[in-house]
């Protein structure tokens, strides 16, 4: 949901739609920093009427954010940005934020992972009264993108100074888009199996329900409504109905306009599927 208006704001949005799960940014997603939170605007998110209406409120870093770049200035610019967004998640009590792991920018994945791996261990070093832990998020793997193997993020996850501070958040069009043919309740189930095995149940804390424009394993990461992408309807259903997901927050990111008529076809259809 979008800010615009004050982060307070995004809260009345998603009740409009009778939201029950909402991400937001926690800041201008496209710019690399922003004044502090006032005590007033954070109070005002924290005390809205309807805050209680919301099971599950969590924030997305920016895009900006690049952990693994080569460039020293965006370097120095992402640990602030990223220090700065996990310092203004705590205030607005949010549990975790959602971050896209890094591009190495052709330096190779092992370097770019490395990278990461010591960018994680300085950000949480700035902040370590902090307690927002980030949520690491699959990948489509475009271009020199990291993270679109599971391999990939428990890599980061073994190898930081404070594990117990990181999380992963699924999307299902990255999924997809980087390989993981989920298009069937099938694979499906065999691609959780591997990441139980490869990262581990615990550490799931968020799914972005996303169809995907693109077909499975383009590394191609194009966002589509709900059954009118390449996915099929297969892998929403099983979300929807499994016992396993009911207390994971679903989100979507899907196109949207300023009435938010399309967020409501897509809210509806996947309720359907939870019926």
């Known amino acids: 949901m979008s800010i615009s208006g004050g982060v307070s704001m995004a809260i009345e949005r998603a009740r409009s739609i009778d939201c029950t799960a909402m991400q937001i940014f926690v800041k201008n997603n496209m710019q690399w920093f922003a004044r502090p939170l006032s005590r007033m605007e954070i109070r005002a998110f924290l005390d809205h009427v309807r805050r209680g209406e919301l099971l599950s409120v969590f924030g997305h870093a920016s895009y900006l954010i690049n952990l693994a770049t080569t460039n020293l200035q965006f370097h120095a610019n992402s640990i602030r940005a990223l220090a700065e967004e996990l310092v203004r998640a705590d205030q607005l009590q949010l549990p975790f934020l959602v971050l896209h792991p890094g591009a190495h920018l052709g330096a190779g994945e092992q370097a ?121 309807l297969d892998v929403f259903r099983f979300i929807m109905r499994s016992p396993r997901f009911r207390k994971i927050p679903k989100v979507l990111e899907t196109p949207k306009s300023k009435d938010l008529a399309e967020d409501v076809i897509n809210l509806n259809t996947l309720r359907r599927f939870a019926e």
Do not use: M
């Not at 927002?132 to 930081?160: M, P």
């Open 112 to 232: 770019g992972l490395e990278k990461i791996v010591n960018s994680i261990d300085e950000v949480f070093r700035k902040i370590p009264n902090v307690k927002t832990k980030i949520a690491l998020e699959i990948t489509a793997g475009q271009g020199s993108c990291i993270g679109h193997r599971f391999e990939h993020l428990a890599h980061i996850i073994e190898n930081v100074r404070e594990p117990e501070r990181l999380r992963v958040c699924l999307d299902t069009a990255h999924l997809f888009a980087a390989g993981y043919d989920i298009s069937s309740e099938s694979g499906v189930r065999k691609i959780l199996r591997e990441f139980d095995r490869v990262i581990g149940r615990d550490r799931l804390v968020a799914i972005h329900v996303n169809d995907s424009k693109t077909p499975c394993g383009s590394r191609v990461d194009r966002h589509e409504h709900i059954g009118k992408g390449r996915i099929g």
